[in-house]
């Protein structure tokens, strides 16, 4: 069973230096990590943590990075974006969608911000993540800061 460590913490002031200065030293998920068949919800769960790194590399570079409150105030929308396409792709299919996608508004953003495996966004001691193609998808909207 592949280890897909889900769901990824809310950025906060706290885990936001690590967020975007460990990037490269956490696990990303190529087609290859896992099995040629089944393991369909792990598959899912590796996008969405690929998408949210591709995501974050966008908040923290460029003029975005200039200003820490919008960095914040990015890689938040980033995680509420990441998590509610992984929501769609888990109701896209015949099984039963993570608990935290049965809930709305607040009540999803609690549930996936609790029993975090790594809420202060640790790298992997000795791993250099492979390059994955950006993903599409995230315009950060500074007006909703």
């Not at 099995?35 to 969405?48: I, L, N, T, Y």
């Not at 790194?53 to 409150?69: L, T, Y």
């Not at 792709?89 to 996608?101: A, G, K």
Request: negative net charge; aromatic residues 12%; contains cysteine.
């Amino acid at each position: 069973e592949p280890d897909v460590p889900f769901p990824p913490a809310r950025p906060t002031p706290d885990n936001l230096a690590a967020i975007c200065h460990h990037g490269r030293g956490r696990p990303r998920y190529p087609p290859s990590f896992f099995p040629k068949s089944g393991s369909s919800h792990f598959r899912r769960r590796g996008h969405a943590m690929n998408r949210l790194e591709s995501w974050f590399g966008v908040c923290c570079s460029g003029q975005i990075a200039q200003e820490s409150n919008q960095m914040l105030c990015c890689a938040q929308q980033a995680w509420r974006q990441a998590l509610s396409q992984f929501c769609v792709e888990e109701y896209s299919t015949m099984t039963l969608p993570y608990e935290c996608c049965e809930n709305t508004g607040d009540a999803r953003w609690t549930c996936f911000d609790s029993e975090l495996p790594n809420p202060d966004y640790r790298s992997t001691p000795g791993y250099d993540a492979p390059e994955i193609p950006e993903e599409p998808g995230f315009t950060f909207d500074p007006s909703a800061c």
